[in-house]
């Protein structure tokens, strides 16, 4: 392997199937996209493309939506959370989730008190305050990683709620 990423990314895209570059591309999309868009990315065909994410779409992992005259593809925030809660749910017990969800609880209180602030975004306009590059970088990096939490609690909350009901019917019959 070499120590060049760029390298070893384009060793990884040569040696995927068109599919395969097509779906890992749509699985991270950030905004929604053509297909057009897509096939360029992956060097397919605009054809090629929407038959692979018109799967996905079927496969609940995109959403198509009508803009205009476009459709675009983005990836199902909901059906991704799903499964996110679900994957929680399998892999760690309740007492694990607990203990998660009590320790970014206790960094978002340790961080208000810290910085005398209550949200991410006061954290971030504190900064207009300060004149130290490294204080600056760490309020960052701190409301970075506070809304980091902030989006994920709900879902460890979620993974806790549906616990038990989730084990019932995970369980496989007897």
């Known amino acids: 392997m070499s120590d060049d990423p760029t390298q070893n990314d384009t060793q990884n895209h040569a040696s995927m199937t068109r599919g395969e ?21 992956t060097d397919a065909s605009v054809k090629t493309a929407q038959k692979y994410l018109n799967q996905l779409v079927e496969d609940n992992v995109l959403r198509k939506i009508e803009q205009g005259d476009q459709t675009l593809y983005c990836v ?71 809304e980091h939490l902030k989006e994920r609690i709900p879902v460890v909350r979620a993974a806790l709620n549906e616990y038990d009901w989730a084990n019932e019917r995970d369980a496989l019959p007897a």
């Open 76 to 146: 199902d925030q909901l059906m991704a959370t799903y499964r996110e809660v679900a994957a929680l749910q399998r892999e760690h017990d309740r007492e694990a989730l607990t203990t998660s969800l009590e320790s970014m609880r206790t960094k978002i209180r340790d961080w208000k008190t810290t910085y005398d602030v209550e949200t991410p975004g006061e954290l971030r306009a504190s900064i207009a305050d300060l004149d130290n590059s490294e204080e600056i970088e760490e309020r960052r990096e701190v409301a970075s990683e506070w």
């Open 21 to 41: 570059r097509i779906r890992a591309a749509a699985r991270t999309l950030q905004t929604p996209r053509t297909a057009s868009w897509i096939a360029d990315e």
